[in-house]
């Protein structure tokens, strides 16, 4: 195997749960960074900004640059200002998404009935009216976008709701489905990432907790996949995988880096 140089590393669940650091997880990103590893931190965390996360990383010890973090806030605004730069759009999720949104310069609709997309992520604060003007958005015409369509995310009290609530309660009230998703394992979210490390991605691995987003983005594009157990998945769990569906490595915690360091890298 070639070795590696770029490593693409998870969030929730892979260096935190919620606002608890993973033991050693910050000691394993500095022993990477001491190999000569070009990192990128890749999140389906929509409802947060790259400024939020970068204060999170520096919370626990973190050294990165914004510019090293990947969000699918941060590939929903970048896709929408390419795509559609006269747009205007309303959002169902929490504040770190627009202010995504207004860093990318893309316009956000002053009433629902004025929107061209409607844009979910998690919110963890929603309300019945914030939901019924994301509702009065599609039915005036909107199309449906959302950053991701994870069912559930690790939280330090165990599995929460994700994006998936808020797409569900909307496809269901208006019959309408989303159109676009950004986040992991979309080609958007790869592709980000791939252009930040500048790096090929079959020189590349990617470590998370989750087999449907991290693993199958990092096969989907030819990389490297190591799957931490401290988040959606557990050991039980693996035995009903397909072959195609394996990781390349599996770790109880991505502070295993430190230990197995030379056989995956190399």
């Known amino acids: 195997m070639e070795e590696i140089e770029g490593v693409l590393i998870d969030l929730d669940g892979t260096i935190w749960r919620g606002n608890e ?35 999170q990383l520096e919370r626990f010890g973190i050294a990165a640059g ?18 559609y730069p ?4 309303w959002t169902l999720g929490d504040e770190g998404l627009r202010e995504e949104l207004r860093l990318h310069h893309v316009r956000l609709a002053a009433v629902p009935e004025e ?11 929603m309300t019945y009216r914030e939901l019924d ?11 449906i976008i959302a950053t991701n369509i ?11 709701i994700d994006v998936a609530g808020m797409v569900g ?37 990617i470590i998370g907790d989750s087999v449907e987003s991290d693993l199958r983005m990092g096969r989907m594009h030819g990389m490297k996949t190591a799957l931490v157990l401290t988040g959606n998945t557990k050991r039980s769990q693996l035995d ?27």
């Open 133 to 143: 003007l994301a509702f009065r958005a599609v039915w005036h015409g909107a199309r």
């Open 169 to 205: 309660a909307i496809e269901a009230a208006t019959a309408r489905t989303v159109e676009i998703v950004l986040g992991k394992p979309s080609c958007f979210m790869a592709e980000a990432a791939l252009c930040q490390l500048q790096v090929p991605p079959h020189r590349c691995l």
């Open 240 to 266: 009903a995988l397909r072959a195609k569906e394996r990781p390349d490595y599996v770790l109880d915690s991505i502070g295993d880096i430190i230990r197995l360091g030379k056989e995956i890298m190399q």
């Open 66 to 83: 914004e510019e090293d973090i990947i969000l699918s806030s941060t590939v929903t605004a970048q896709f929408l200002r390419q795509h």
């Open 21 to 55: 650091l993973i033991p050693h997880a910050n000691e394993a990103v500095a022993y990477l960074r001491s190999l000569g590893k070009r990192i990128v931190f890749v999140s389906n965390r929509g409802n947060w900004s790259r400024r939020m996360c970068y204060e």
């Open 86 to 89: 006269l747009c205007q759009v």
């Open 150 to 160: 994870d069912k559930t995310f690790p939280s330090e009290h165990g599995n929460a």
């Open 115 to 125: 929107a061209d997309f409607l844009v979910i992520t998690l919110h963890e604060t």
